[in-house]
Nanobody
Framework: VQLQASGGGLVQAGGSLRLSCAAS????????VGWFRQAPGKEREFVAA????????YYVDSVKGRFTISRDNAKNTVNLQMNSLKPEDTAVYYC??????????????????WGKGTLVTVSS
């Protein structure tokens, strides 16, 4: 399965962006999907995840109440709606997919599929 993240860009603090993760195969609908980000000079960190049917979601504390993850399995996409963006949200955002549901503890070195990142820059 190939994943493609899109929707990044430059936005002012307080603004919104909607990231999308599109998959190349229908089997995507059987996979849990996570969003991660890597800020300049920092390690990659988990941001949010959604189970295969959307019934379970998980967020890192720093984005709770501001970000919403959702999926449309008919379109093979998972979205990350990001509101009230802050400069500290600036990072390259990656989507990942796996057969298992890990909640917030995704074993990044064993995840089945990774997409290329999309850059989000939040100006102050």
């Amino acid at each position: 399965v190939q994943l493609q993240a899109s929707g990044g860009g430059l936005v002012q603090a307080g603004g919104s962006l909607r990231l999308s993760c599109a998959a190349s195969e229908r089997t995507f609908s059987n996979l849990a999907v996570g969003w991660f980000r890597q800020a300049p000079g920092k390690e990659r960190e988990f941001v949010a995840a959604i189970s295969w049917n959307g019934g379970l979601t998980y967020y890192v504390d720093s984005v709770k109440g501001r970000f919403t993850i959702s999926r449309d399995n008919a379109k093979n996409t998972v979205n990350l709606q990001m509101n009230s963006l802050k400069p500290e949200d600036t990072a390259v955002y990656y989507c990942a997919a796996d057969r298992y549901w890990y909640g917030s503890r995704w074993p990044e070195d064993r995840v089945d599929y990774w997409g290329k990142g999309t850059l989000v820059t939040v100006s102050s």
